[in-house]
C-alpha cells in the first residue's frame, strides 16, 4: 500500500512547536487583552497571539503564517491610538489572522558613547530606553505619556512623534538602522549605525511609518542626544488659540531654547484635574492653558515678558511634573468619560488658530457630542481632537473633523498613523499618484497581502 501523507499539524500546533505552548495563547480570556485596544473603541478577533523572543523567532512564526496564507498582526505595547494593533472583527468564514507581539524583544544594548547610539530591541518599551540611555548621561529625542507601554519597534512602526518634537524631530530621525523580517520570513539587517552610508534605499526609512503593513520590526539601532540640562516649566493661561501660537515667540528670552509647547483647554483642564485629584492651577479660569518648557540654565530667565499674564512657573522636578500632568493625562482624562473618539491632525502653523476655532465649531455643533477638546503639541501644529457620545462605529463626527482640516491644507494623521480607523481617508491628504506608488510598494513587499490587512490601505491591495 502507497504511503499517504499525514495532514499537516494546524497552525497553532506548528507555532506551539517553534515558540512552546506558553508563547502560543488561544484561550480567549488569555487574548483579550491583545484584541483590544488602550481606547477600547478596536477590538477583532484572532486565530492565536504569539510571542517570539527572538528574531529567528519572529521570522519562523511568519514563514509558517506565509505558507499557511494566514495574516499577521504585529503588536507592541498596543497603544496605538487608530485600530491598527489589533485585528477588525471577522466574519463567519474569514481567515482569522495571528497577532505576533514584540514585547519580548526586550534586549537594551551596550550604549556607544562614540556615536551617541545604541540597539535595542523592538519589544523594549520607550520608558526602559529613556532611563537606559538616561543613566549613561545621554537621553533619547522621543517622549510621550504612554512611554511606559509603548515600544520603540512600535514608535518606529508609526513614526511616532510626542512632546519632544520641537527640540529633536520624530522618530524617523532617531533611527539609524533597523533589523526586520520580511512577510515570508526573510531577515533584513542594517544596525551597524553609520550616519553616512549611499547605498541604495533606506530600508529603515520605509519601514518609519509603516504601520505593520510591510514586516515586524525586531531591533532599532537608535541616535541619541546629550540632554538639554536644567529647563523651565510654564504653565499660562491664554484667551485664545491665536494668543497661545504667540506665545511661543515672545515669551521666550534670547538664546533659550524652547523643549516643548503644548496647549490644553478649559474642559480638558477640568477632566484633568479631576483624574489626577488636584485643582485648578492658575488663579483665574482661562478658554485655554499653554504649557512652555524652556532649556535656560534652570532659573526663570528663561521666560520673559509675562508680567501681567497668568503663569505658575516649575523649577524642580516635582513642580514641573506637576504642571505637565494636566498635558499628560489629556487621554485618560478623555477616556475616563467612555469610549471617545481620538483625532490627531496637523495643520500648518499659519493655519493653526483658524483651524482650532472652526473645529470647536465644528464639533461643538454635532448633536451627539457631549464632552470634547481640542488641544495637542502646539509647536508642532498638531490638533489633538477628543470627543465622547458618538458611538464608537458612527465615523461622521470623524470625517467632520479631518474635511476640516484637508481645507485648511493639513495631515489626518500627525503622529497616531492612518490605521484602520482613516484608511477610507487617505486621499484627503495623499494624492491618487502617492496612494498608486504606495501600494506598489506594498504589493513588492507584501504580494500575499498577508501584512496588517486593512491598515493604511482600506481594500485589499491586490
Ligand atoms: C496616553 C497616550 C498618549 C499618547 N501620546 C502620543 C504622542 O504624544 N505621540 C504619538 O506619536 N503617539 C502617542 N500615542 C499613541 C501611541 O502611544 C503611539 O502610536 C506608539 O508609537 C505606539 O506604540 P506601541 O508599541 O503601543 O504600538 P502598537 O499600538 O502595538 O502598534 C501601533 C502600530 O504599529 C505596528 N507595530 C507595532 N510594533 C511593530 C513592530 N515591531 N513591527 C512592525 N509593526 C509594528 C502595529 O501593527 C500598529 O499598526 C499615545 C497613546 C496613548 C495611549
Redesign the pocket.
Known sequence: MADVDPAPAPLTERLSAVLGAEHVLTDPVLMEQYVVD?SRRWRGDALAVVRPGTTDEVAEVLRLCHDARVPV?????????VG??VPPPQGPDAVLPVVLS?RRLDHLGEIDHLAGQVTVG?GATLGDVRRHAAAADWTYGVD???RD???I???V??N????HVVAFGMTRVQVVGVEAVLPDGTVVSHLAGMLKDNTGYDLGSLLCGS??TL????AVRLRLHRPVGRTTVALIGAQSYAEAIALMSTALAPGTRLVAAEVVDEQGMDLAARVNGSSWPLERRHPLVVLLEVADGGDASGLVGLDDADVVVGLDANEQARIWAFRESQ??AFSSLGVTHKLDVSVPLPALAACCDELRDIVGAIDSVDAFGVFGHLADGNIHVEMHGPEAEDLSPDLAVLECVARYGGSISA???V?RAKASELHLCRSAAEITAMRALKAAWDPLGLM?PG?LFETAVF
Open positions: 488602550w498582526v504585529p503588536q507592541g505595547g498596543n497603544t496605538g491610538l491598527g494593533s514584540t523592538a510621550l505619556a504612554a507601554s509603548a515600544t519597534g512600535g514608535t512602526a508609526t511616532a512623534g510626542g512632546i504601520e505593520g514586516g515586524v520590526i525586531t487621554g485618560e503622529e497616531h498613523g490605521g496588517n491598515v
